[in-house]
Nanobody, 123 residues
């Protein structure tokens, strides 16, 4: 069982930066692949970034590639999403998720979810 709690969301101007954190409970955090997803009002949940349990494999959506960076610290049971050069279209609720074994870009394949944190980017 893994419980996830996101933090770090907020209101930022276009071009600014935010760092989201996702703290996980459970002793087996290091065995889970971690992903970040987002959902804007009226839109489907979409993949943002994912990192394998070992940290060796990393994936990004094309829309955030070069601007966002996912990282994890297994010693702290935490995964991060550094978001730079933010755009108004990045506005959404951001969720972290955990999946046993391998990472995936498909949100339906994740087993555990946090409650989400709101990110709002003003123009």
């Amino acid at each position: 069982q893994v419980q996830l709690v996101e933090s770090g969301g907020g209101l930022v101007q276009a071009g600014g930066s935010l760092r989201l954190s996702c703290a996980a409970s459970g002793r087996t955090f290091s065995s889970y692949a971690m992903g970040w997803f987002r959902q804007a009002p009226g839109k489907e949940r979409e993949f943002v970034a994912a990192k394998s349990w070992s940290g060796g494999n990393t994936y990004y959506a094309d829309s955030v590639k070069g601007r966002f960076t996912i990282s994890r610290d297994n010693a702290k049971n935490t995964v991060y999403l550094q978001m730079n050069s933010l755009k108004p279209e990045d506005t959404a609720v951001y969720y972290c998720a955990a999946r046993a074994v391998s990472s995936s870009t498909d949100w339906t394949e994740y087993d555990y979810w946090g409650q989400g944190t709101q990110v709002t980017v003003s123009s």
